[in-house]
C-alpha cells in the first residue's frame, strides 16, 4: 500500500520525489508524458548544449541541494546572483531523478480524483484507479482544474480561469565576433527577452555564443518559421550555427505575482481537502523570474515542503 502519489515528473514533482526517498516513505510518481522535467530539457548539439526552458537561472536560496544532488561542479557563473549549469538545466532534473526508487508511471494521464474510506483514489484514463495515503498534485492549472473537478469544484472553477502567454524559447548558437555589441534595442513585445553566455561546456569555445530568446508567436507555428523569423528580427548577418525553437504551452502564466495572485492562491488552497498539496510554477507566490532569469527555489521548496507535509499528514493519522 503506497503512503503518497504524486501527479505530475516536472521539478516540483520530482523535488517532492526527492524528499519522500530521503524520508522512506512509500510513493508512486505519474508522469503524463515520456520523459520528465516539463519543460527542463536539454539538447547537445555541434558543441552547444541548448535549453528548451529555464536557461539561466538566479542562484538557488538553498544552496546545500547542490552539493547534496553532487551539482556544485556544474555551476558555472554568468552574472551577478546569476548562473548556468555546464551540461544544461536537465542536468538538475537528473540529479533528482537518479536516486528514486518508488514506483513510477509514464505515458500515464489522470482522469480524476476522489476520497474512498479515508485514502485517496486517483482515477487514469486508462480505467486502473490508485490509492494513496496522501496526494500531491504537481500539475499546471489547466490539468489541475480537471482532475479536481470532483473532489474540489471551487478550486477547480477558479484553476480553470488561468491563462497561458504564448512564448517559443528560440535557441541560436552563433560566431561571437558576428553579433552586435547589444541587442536591448530589440527588445519590445514581440522580443520578450534575450539572455546569453559563452560559459565552459555551453559553447565549444570562447569564440562562440549561445543566445536564447523569448519570442511572443502563435502556438501553432512550425519551429522552422519561429527561427527564420527570430533571425530576422535580431538582423543577425550570418545564419546561426545550431538553432532550435521550443514550445511549452504552460510555460508563462500570464498573471503577476501580486497581492492579488497570493489571495487567489489562499481561496484556491482553502478548499482542498486535508493530505493534498498543489505545487508548480504556476502556484508560486514570487515570479518565477527576475529580469527573465529563472527562479527555481520556490519550485523545489513548493516540491520539498508538499513531501513534508504528507509526512506530517500520515503520521497524525497513524497516531491511535
Same mark, same amino acid.
Given at each position: ?9 516536472? #521539478?516540483?514533482? %520530482? =523535488? ?6 530521503? @524520508?522512506?516513505? !512509500? &510513493?508512486?510518481? $505519474? ?116 482532475? #479536481?473537478?470532483? %473532489? =474540489? ?6 484553476? @480553470?480561469?488561468? !491563462? &497561458?502567454?504564448? $512564448? ?116 508560486? #507566490? ?35
Amino acid at each position: 500500500m503506497r503512503d503518497v502519489v504524486v501527479i505530475g515528473g516536472g #521539478l516540483s514533482g %520530482l =523535488a517532492a520525489c526527492y524528499q519522500l526517498e530521503k @524520508s522512506n516513505l !512509500r &510513493y508512486t510518481l $505519474i508522469e503524463v508524458k515520456r520523459r520528465l522535467g516539463g519543460g527542463i530539457q536539454s539538447i547537445a548539439e555541434r558543441g552547444f548544449v541548448m535549453d528548451a526552458g529555464a536557461y539561466v537561472l538566479r542562484s538557488l536560496a538553498d544552496e546545500p541541494w547542490l552539493a547534496e544532488l553532487g551539482l556544485s561542479e556544474q555551476v558555472c557563473p554568468v552574472a551577478d546572483a546569476a548562473f548556468v549549469f555546464r551540461a544544461g538545466t536537465e542536468s538538475l532534473i537528473q540529479a533528482l531523478a537518479r536516486p528514486l526508487q518508488g514506483g513510477r508511471l509514464m505515458r500515464m494521464a489522470v482522469s480524476s480524483i476522489g476520497r474512498w474510506r479515508g485514502r485517496y483514489a486517483i482515477c487514469l484514463e486508462n480505467g486502473l484507479v490508485y490509492d494513496a495515503g496522501a496526494l500531491i498534485l504537481a500539475a499546471p492549472a489547466r490539468y489541475a482544474a480537471r482532475i #479536481l473537478r470532483n %473532489l =474540489a469544484p471551487e478550486a477547480a472553477e477558479r484553476l @480553470s480561469d488561468f !491563462r &497561458y502567454e504564448s $512564448i517559443w524559447r528560440v535557441s541560436l548558437g552563433c560566431q561571437a565576433d558576428g553579433l552586435p555589441a547589444s541587442f536591448d534595442h530589440k527588445l519590445d513585445e514581440t522580443l520578450r527577452f534575450l539572455l546569453s553566455t559563452d560559459a565552459p561546456g555551453r559553447v565549444p569555445d570562447r569564440q562562440h555564443r549561445l543566445l536564447q530568446a523569448g519570442i511572443r508567436a502563435a502556438p501553432d507555428q512550425t519551429p522552422e518559421s519561429v527561427i527564420r523569423d527570430t533571425v530576422e528580427y535580431l538582423g543577425l548577418c550570418a545564419a546561426p550555427i545550431v538553432a532550435r525553437a521550443d514550445h511549452w504551452s504552460e510555460a508563462d502564466l500570464d498573471s503577476t505575482c501580486d497581492a492579488a495572485h497570493a489571495n487567489s492562491m489562499r481561496q484556491i488552497n482553502a478548499p482542498l481537502p486535508a493530505g493534498l498539496s498543489l505545487i508548480g510554477s504556476d502556484y508560486c #507566490l514570487d515570479s518565477p523570474t527576475i529580469c527573465d532569469i529563472a527562479r527555481l527555489n520556490e519550485r523545489l521548496d513548493m516540491g520539498r515542503n508538499a513531501a513534508q507535509s504528507a509526512e506530517a499528514y500520515l503520521q497524525a493519522r497513524r497516531r491511535p
